[in-house]
Nanobody
């Protein structure tokens, strides 16, 4: 059992930056993805980092603006140039698949990110 906890959400102005963190004991044995869900829309996978640190993924819309990194039992997501349509609940999740393609088994509770002027 992996109990993921997200933190770092909050209110930012358009164009601003925010760093999210996903933490859990044993997290470094898993590939970790970041997802976001806008109210009324489907959940979207936006980034992933493999458990070996040999592979990262970014959805096209965040390339060049978001950076995913590992720390000890943690994965961080640095987000820059945030826009209002990226207001969402952001979740991290864990998979055994080093390619980040398999179904994610464990999910955190989410952290709210609000981008507003």
């Amino acid at each position: 059992q992996l109990q993921l906890v997200e933190s770092g959400g909050g209110l930012v102005q358009p164009g601003g930056s925010l760093r999210l963190s996903c933490e859990a004991p044993g997290l470094d044995a898993y590939s970790i993805g970041w997802f976001r869900q806008v109210p009324g829309k489907i959940r979207e996978r936006i980034s992933c980092i493999s458990h070996s640190d040999g592979y990262t993924f970014y959805v096209e819309s965040v390339k060049g603006r978001f950076t995913i990194t590992r720390a000890k039992n943690a994965v961080n997501l640095q987000m820059s140039s945030l826009q209002p349509n990226e207001t969402a609940v952001y979740y991290c999740a864990a998979t055994d698949d080093e390619t980040c393609r398999a179904r994610y088994k464990y999910w955190g509770q989410g952290t709210q990110v609000t981008v507003s002027s």
